[in-house]
C-alpha cells in the first residue's frame, strides 16, 4: 500500500549559503527516493520548507523519520496523511522548482499561518506543489 503525506517545515537559521544548500541535498534526495521508490516535491521560501512524498508505507516511515532528526529545518508539521492507489508524481523522484518570487508569492500566506491550516489551504499547497512540477497537466 501507498500513501502520500504533505509536511511544512521551518528553515534552520544557520543553513550555510541556503540556495546552494538547498540544490545540494535536493540533489541527494533524488538519489536516495530513486532507490527506495519515493517520489514528491519540495518548495522553499527564505524561511520554510513544503514537502509532498509519495511511497510505500516502510520507505516513507523511514525516510520521515530522517527528515524529522535533520538540523536543516525544525517544527515539521505533517498536515495530511493519505492512502493512495494512484500516485500524483510517478515519475519525479525529487521535483524541486528552486526558490523563485512567484513560489515564494504563492507559498507565504499558505505556509506562515499553517499553524491554524484548515482543509482549503493544504489543500491549496498541495496543488501548488504538485502543479509546479507537472505544469502541463495542471495549468494556471
Ligand atoms: C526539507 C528537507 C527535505 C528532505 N527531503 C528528503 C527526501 O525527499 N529524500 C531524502 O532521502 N532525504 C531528504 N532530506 C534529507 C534527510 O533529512 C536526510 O538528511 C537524508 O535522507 C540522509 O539521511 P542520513 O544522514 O540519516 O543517512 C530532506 C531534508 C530536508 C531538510
Not at 102 to 107: E, F, K, L, N, T
Not at 112 to 134: D, T, W
Amino acid at each position: 500500500m501507498d500513501r502520500s503525506l504533505l509536511y511544512v517545515s521551518r528553515q534552520s537559521s544557520h543553513l550555510p549559503d541556503g540556495g546552494r544548500a538547498i540544490a545540494a541535498m535536493v540533489a541527494a534526495a533524488g538519489v536516495h527516493n530513486e532507490r527506495t521508490g519515493i517520489t514528491g516535491a519540495l518548495v522553499c521560501t527564505h524561511a520554510h520548507f513544503a514537502q509532498f512524498l509519495e511511497g510505500s508505507n516502510p520507505a516513507l516511515d523511514d525516510l520521515m523519520h530522517r527528515i524529522e532528526r535533520d538540523h536543516r529545518h525544525t517544527d515539521v508539521t505533517i498536515l495530511r496523511v493519505e492512502a493512495i492507489t494512484r500516485r500524483r508524481l510517478p515519475t519525479w523522484s525529487m521535483a524541486y522548482s528552486g526558490s523563485s518570487t512567484y513560489v515564494a508569492r504563492q507559498m507565504v500566506p499558505l505556509i506562515g499561518e499553517m499553524s491554524e491550516a484548515n482543509p482549503a489551504r493544504i489543500e491549496r499547497l498541495m496543488g501548488l506543489l504538485v502543479g509546479l512540477a507537472s505544469p502541463a497537466s495542471d495549468p494556471l
